[in-house]
């Protein structure tokens, strides 16, 4: 299981769809939601989620879960995760 700010998701997303919205576009808006809001980027990207999955829209959900966790890489000391 892997964590995901304050969301647990166990084996993956829920959804089959959120795989279409790209690596490159995940890390790409989570570069720009840190540059909009600084230390806030990762709040702001938790309340977006959350009032996505209020909603129903589990897909929307799932993109904003990879943002914040996007975010906070970005925002943490430590070295980038490897991709191999």
């Known amino acids: ?3 995901h700010g ?8 829920p959804t089959k769809r ?3 919205v790209s690596e490159v576009d995940i890390w790409q808006s989570a570069r720009l939601m840190v540059a909009q809001f600084g230390e806030g980027a990762f709040a702001r ?3 977006r989620a ?3 999955k209020a909603n129903g829209d589990i897909d ?3 993109t904003w879960v990879r943002i914040a966790a996007a975010i906070l890489e970005l925002q943490s000391d430590s070295p980038p995760r490897s991709k191999s």
């Open 1 to 3: 299981m892997s964590r």
């Open 6 to 13: 304050s969301y647990a998701v166990d084996g993956g997303f």
């Open 18 to 20: 959120w795989a279409m």
């Open 45 to 47: 990207a938790e309340e």
């Open 50 to 52: 959350a009032a996505l």
């Open 60 to 62: 929307g959900w799932a």
